[in-house]
């Protein structure tokens, strides 16, 4: 407790009544949240096995859970549920599997999994548009907010004004059926079934409110509203929770983010205790200030200002460049005048940017300087269509019950399978209750199925049986994953869809570092050196998480203001300050300008001591270079807390930002002094 501030410690023994801690960028939310854990468990005398705390990603919960094992003993955590929101949903349809539509052995589908059924759908029923990756993409959105707003199929045709959208609503009602009939989930349904069995269900809903006595939700402006309903169901009339968060940090709208459940807690829970943390940890004075001051100009439902007792600190530089070219120049050679001026690490700064098309001319730049740097945001290694499609024919080995791994690689290569057999597939193992590769060799499908058909998955049976075989029996299974991939003709199917040499090399090497990574790990394990055991590892383990914890993490940090959320850097560079691209054309056009101040406040509050931003008079749209009008954002700085000549009245180009040649200047000047 000597470690919190009198509102954090407020927050932590607050545990009588529903509260709400807004929770300023900085300002030690999680530590708040663990303590409050400990606090319930040691002082409070409650269960851990009664305590469940939900955020957002696999990361923070990790370090949440971490955190508490820190403050207790193992045996007194014993039970503590910390968890993302969607594994929490995925354990409770595990645990009440009896009352949802579902199999024991049910898959989850992710995003491409949906978007490849729609396909199919589409196709199958000869709809208008069918190849159109923009219409798929819209059709997902679309179905994801009616699922998010708890809006079944035979109603979602009322919430549509244009009749062109009524082919949205027919596509959602298809989707939801062959979801069912292949026994699978995607992931929105891992809150919205839970929810909708709390609503329905007295029984369940009086069980999980009795198991949950104590409730903490972290970063509570990210959920929607299947997210707050689901809380509110698990809470009852009796409400112990503690739900943390920050309305100025809400940038989540469009994948259905409602700020405005921070509101709604006040009417449904009138006893809500309202605590703000505003003592920020992180930063200067002059960067809260300016923070404050940009997002003092959205509506607020609660008022907070951040303060904190690291001193004034740099002034925020705000450069004027004549072209995106100029910009990029000159964010690089200023990392790499100030890293030898002051020697820190590259690791130390960040570029934050509205979209990723603005890294490419920085990257040029950095690979020219030979400054290492880490683009996060870019497609995964995990993420690539090739790694899925193995990965899949792999999972399949691992646990003959998953259907979504069946459903990836069953066309894939091609074997004349269409989207009707698939469903009569689908339907043959759901009357049977069984998975639809056990479906694919039993006795009864050439009843349900045309012969050919029939006859086309029984082979793929069979030869999926014979590898899970012989991999199980071999010591050395990667040349035999390696033949088996050969045989599928997948290597073939690469060569044939890959429309340049390069993108074929690309595709072919990344199946080889699978390969590698499969061989390093059974290289590494000498307790369990199965394929199973392997095969799980790269299932199960976030791979992608671990690759980056691995590597050398001393370079440079690339990402979106989107991506920058929760992290600091003591260096930060925001690029691309212009109407149109922060705030962004489409938040002007559809009025939403308050997500993109947000957005702009987020990234202010990711610098630790010194920020620096940067707009260009011209930019590059379409290969035409257009003319630029600076951001309405940096009008909203307070000017005492600024360098920037330009931006001050009568004083416009008083001092001319540095040319590239002047940096080579002070480079060679500092480099000669170091070899001195």
């Known amino acids: 407790m000597s470690q919190l501030n009198p509102q954090q410690i407020q927050a932590m023994k607050d545990v009588s009544v529903p509260l709400l801690v807004l929770a300023g960028a900085g300002s030690g939310k999680t530590s708040v949240i663990t303590r409050k854990i400990a606090y319930l468990i040691e002082q409070c005398q409650m269960p851990a096995e009664r305590i469940t705390a939900v955020t957002f990603t696999n990361k923070a919960a990790r370090e949440m859970k971490a955190r508490v094992q820190k403050l207790l003993p193992s045996e007194k955590t014993k039970g503590l549920t910390v968890s993302t929101f969607h594994q929490f949903g995925l354990q409770f349809l595990r645990y009440e599997l009896l009352h949802t539509p579902l199999k024991g052995n049910f898959s989850i589908m992710d995003s491409e999994d949906s978007k490849r059924l729609l396909l199919d759908l589409m196709v199958r029923d000869n709809m208008s548009g069918a190849e159109s990756k923009e219409l798929v993409g819209k059709a997902i959105k679309m179905i994801s907010d009616w699922k998010n707003d708890l809006i079944p199929p035979e109603k979602a045709a009322e919430t549509l004004t244009d009749p062109e959208d009524m082919l949205f609503a027919t596509l959602y009602e298809l989707y939801e059926r062959n979801l069912r009939a292949y026994n699978a989930v995607d992931f929105d349904d891992l809150i919205v079934l839970p929810t909708k069995i709390l609503q329905e269900n007295t029984q369940v809903r009086d069980k999980w409110q009795n198991r949950i006595r104590y409730l903490l939700v972290d970063e509570y402006q990210d959920t929607n509203t299947a997210q707050y309903e689901l809380i509110k169901l698990l809470v009852g009339v009796q409400p112990r929770f503690t739900v943390v ?67 004034h600190g740099e002034l925020i530089r705000v450069i004027h460049c004549q072209n995106d070219d100029e910009e990029a120049e000159r964010v690089a050679k200023e990392i790499v005048t100030h890293k030898l001026r002051h020697g820190n690490n590259w690791q130390d700064y960040a570029v934050l940017y509205r979209s990723n098309f603005q890294a490419r001319m920085l990257e ?124 599928t003709g997948y290597i073939d199917l690469v060569k044939s869809e890959a429309k340049t040499p390069q993108q074929e090399k690309i595709r072919l090497d990344n199946i080889e570092t699978l390969y590698t990574s499969i061989q390093n790990l059974i290289n590494k394990d000498d307790d369990d050196r199965t394929i199973d055991a392997v095969i799980r590892k790269l299932v199960l383990l976030d791979m992608l998480e671990q690759q980056q914890e691995e590597e050398n993490i001393n370079k440079v940090n690339l990402m979106t203001l989107h991506a920058a959320k929760g992290l600091e850097f003591n260096y930060v560079y925001i690029m691309g300050l212009e109407e149109d691209l922060l705030p962004h054309k489409n938040s002007v056009l559809a009025e939403t300008v308050e997500e993109e101040r947000r957005l702009m406040y987020v990234g202010i509050t990711r610098a630790k001591q010194e920020l620096t931003l940067l707009h260009a008079r011209q930019r590059r749209a379409g290969g035409d270079m257009k003319t630029t009008t600076p951001s309405r954002f940096l009008e909203e700085l307070p000017v005492e807390h600024l360098d920037a000549p330009h931006l001050t009245k009568g004083k416009a180009n008083a001092n001319p930002p540095k040319t590239a040649d002047d940096y080579l200047a002070t480079l060679r000047e500092i480099l000669q002094k170091s070899k001195k």
């Not at 029939?454 to 994953?481: G, I, K, S």
């Open 245 to 311: 968060g920050d309305d100025d940090q809400s940038i989540y709208a469009w994948r259905g983010a409602k700020p405005e459940n921070m509101a709604l807690l006040q009417q449904d829970f009138p006893k809500l205790n309202v605590i703000k943390l505003e003592q920020n940890y992180r930063s200067t004075n002059r960067i809260l200030n300016s923070a404050n001051a940009v997002i003092g100009n959205n509506e607020h439902l609660f008022e907070k200002k951040l303060w904190s007792d690291k001193g």
């Open 364 to 487: 040029a730049q950095l690979r020219q300087l030979q400054v290492p740097y880490k683009l996060s945001g870019g497609t995964s290694f995990f993420a690539r269509s090739e790694i899925k499609d193995i990965m899949s024919y792999l999972r399949i080995i691992l646990n003959p019950e998953d259907d979504a791994a069946f459903l990836r690689i069953i066309n894939t290569p091609k074997r004349g399978l269409g989207p009707a057999s698939l469903e009569k597939l689908g339907l043959f193992a759901q009357e049977n209750q069984i998975s639809l590769l056990t479906a694919c060799s039993h006795s009864g499908l050439h009843h349900a199925l045309p012969k050919k058909v029939a006859n086309e998955l029984q082979q793929f049976a069979e030869f999926m049986a014979h590898y899970t075989q012989e991999l199980d029996q071999n010591a050395d299974p990667v040349p035999l994953v390696r033949q088996m991939i050969d045989e």
